[in-house]
């Protein structure tokens, strides 16, 4: 399960985020994850309710979009959105191609709590 280590590399960067502001508590993770990771939601959920237990991201909101796949077609240009895990041109019939949108995995947004100062 790959969602782990997904939530171990993600707290790294939540935790440098809270630490730029003065160590404030996290309540809300914003990630864009692409189709192509295959990243299973439930599996993603418990892995960053057992990672942030005891962190300043304990009791945070993990929020996340799925991107789409887009796919260039290698013979004739087209982008298209494959149907499946086999990548065929609608257009061409050409197999496989560059994935333009679909296997990235960015943190979007990272939600402090506010300081004593505001």
């Given amino acids: 399960m790959h969602e782990f280590s997904l939530v171990e590399s993600i707290l790294t960067s ?3 985020v809270a630490r ?3 160590a ?4 809300r993770v914003c990630l864009r994850i ?3 990771q295959q990243v299973v939601p439930e599996a993603l959920q418990f892995a960053f309710d057992a990672a942030v237990k005891g ?4 009791g945070a909101t ?3 979009e799925e991107v789409a796949a887009r796919v260039c077609c290698p013979d004739c240009g087209a982008v298209y959105a494959p149907d499946d895990v086999f990548w065929v041109c609608p257009g061409c019939g050409a197999q496989g191609g560059e994935a333009l949108e679909g296997d990235e ?3 979007a947004s ?3 709590e506010e300081g004593p100062e505001g």
Avoid: N, R
């Fill in 110 to 112: 990272v939600e402090l």
């Fill in 55 to 58: 962190t300043p991201a304990e």
């Fill in 20 to 22: 730029q502001h003065g």
């Fill in 62 to 64: 993990l929020e996340w």
């Fill in 105 to 107: 995995i960015i943190l």
């Fill in 34 to 36: 692409g189709a192509l």
């Fill in 14 to 16: 939540v935790f440098d």
């Fill in 24 to 27: 404030l508590p996290v309540s």
